[in-house]
């Protein structure tokens, strides 16, 4: 049992590993905050695998994950609205600022 | 006593074995795709079964209910958590890649 | 389990070194993210879920909120927000040293006894049975109180970044969300939940991990999400209830210490008898004074809108 659990813990890692080129690579902003919620949903597992071996408490970290996740994935999708402090579903809310090629973020060029 | 915790301890390999699949098919769903919607796509759905795989797994081998309570809540959250997040991210990436 | 420690470890210097590396800042606060969630995991192996719990919950919750904001208002006042080269060599060269100057130091220094005898022989007159929280507000409660101060004094000097105009007005941009949006219905569901796992983490903290800081970072995580998704309003920091809230943690902190010493047994030293329950007070205060302070902090100062043009 230890040795299986051990095992799953280090795939979930691995995952975690191929979600980091993501980050690097990811055209969109999107696909990055994304790669991002993928490592704190994937902590969250490691965690709840490793708890029968480290002691159950650590379940409180892996909700703190989850929750503390959701709350960056808000603020990024608040902070990427036209003003700042609007959804993306409003259908009349300020443009955001295009993105354009090497002002604003994103040289992506040098990858 | 001993059957029924090979029992558990069966279905704990079991679960967290496809759990772990599930995680490896979304990871490489994020890799692999080639658009940022089919991406969040992917990571929506097959990241948070094979999480909640995984928490059922573990739950076979929790001592108390506390513990199963706990796990329950933590795959609950993460499901509205990604189900809500999803959608908002997907929204800004369109908003960004389609400006009017 | 040395593999599984030997790939975190490797993971986070990667991370680490992603951060710094490129021009792009949004990847390199999106690295930042994950740095935070990956140590927390590091944390948890080495058996310090204290901290565990308080660094998943600022380092990847609180300080990517700030972070992100920060770049958001950058890009909407159209400023260059990206580096100009792909190493900044100055800080890349201080901090390989301070790096450098840390890794003798432990080595240097010998290792020690886990628990410390002394911790071992104190902890029946704690009055909890969490050696962590025992060492914060009981026998270490001095750094605790003024840690609380501190606090404050960065929450002062994030107000005197209002405009005068603006003192009046509700923390933070103008929040507006859809309504009966995604994002409304997600501020309506996560805290009443979120506030019972943070009270629930102030609670457990006298016999697990947890206590008043890592209760206090959950709830204000939980407030951002409500006044984000638009569930409730900022406050106003001209109201005196708010400003009561944010000082009350320090305030019967303080009291404590003042009972310890007309009890007799010193500034800030709890005797037994009281312990337990005492330390109980100053954390339910503590925690409300932690959430609120923390939740201003990441919200900002007033402002009535986000008069873009310049960067600020």
Known sequence: MTTWLTFVALGVLVCLAAALWRVWTGPQRADRMMAAQLVGTGGAGILIVLAPLSGWEILDVALTLVMLAALASVGFVKAASGDGAGDPEEEDSPAPPLRQAGKDVGAEADG | MSGQKRMADIATYVLTGLGLMFFLAGTVGLIRFPDTFSRLHALTKADNLGLGLTALGIAFQAQSWREIALLVLIWALALLSAGTVAQLVARTALNETDPE | ?312
């Open chain 3, 1 to 312: 389990m040395i593999l599984f420690d030997a790939t975190l470890c490797a993971l986070i210097i990667a991370v680490a070194l992603a951060t710094v590396a490129g021009r792009d800042s949004f990847r390199a606060i999106v690295f930042f993210i994950v740095y935070g969630l990956f140590v927390a995991v590091a944390w948890v192996r080495l058996d310090a879920v204290n901290v565990a719990l308080a660094e998943a919950a600022i380092g990847a919750g609180l300080t990517a909120v700030l972070f992100l904001a920060g770049i958001g208002r950058l890009r909407r006042a159209h400023v260059q927000a990206d580096q100009g080269v792909p190493l900044h060599l100055p800080a890349a060269l201080a901090c390989t040293g301070l790096t450098a100057a840390l890794g003798w130091a432990w080595f240097a220094l010998p290792l020690p006894d886990r628990p410390a005898p002394q911790l071992a022989q104190a902890m029946p007159q704690a009055g909890v049975e969490n050696a962590v929280t025992a060492v914060l507000l009981n026998f270490r409660a001095w750094d605790t109180l003024l840690e609380t101060v501190v606090l404050l004094a960065a929450l002062i000097g994030v107000w005197m970044l209002t405009r005068d105009g603006n003192w009046s007005a509700p923390v933070g941009l103008p929040q507006h969300v859809r309504p009966g949006g995604v994002l409304s219905g997600f501020g309506r569901v996560l805290p009443p939940v979120g506030f019972l796992v943070g009270v629930y983490l102030v609670y457990a903290g006298t016999s697990r991990p947890g206590g008043a800081f890592q209760g206090g970072t959950v709830l204000a995580a939980v407030g951002l999400v409500a006044a984000m998704a638009g569930t409730v309003r900022p406050p106003r920091i001209t109201a005196t209830g708010w400003r009561v809230a944010l000082i009350i943690g320090p305030l019967v902190f303080l009291l404590a210490g003042v009972a310890g010493e007309m009890l007799g047994s010193g500034f800030l030293t709890l005797p037994v008898a009281i312990a337990g329950n005492a330390i109980l007070a100053i954390e339910i205060a503590l925690t409300v004074s932690i959430a609120m302070t923390l939740a201003f902090l990441v919200l900002g100062p007033p402002e009535s809108d986000d008069s873009g043009g310049s960067a600020s």
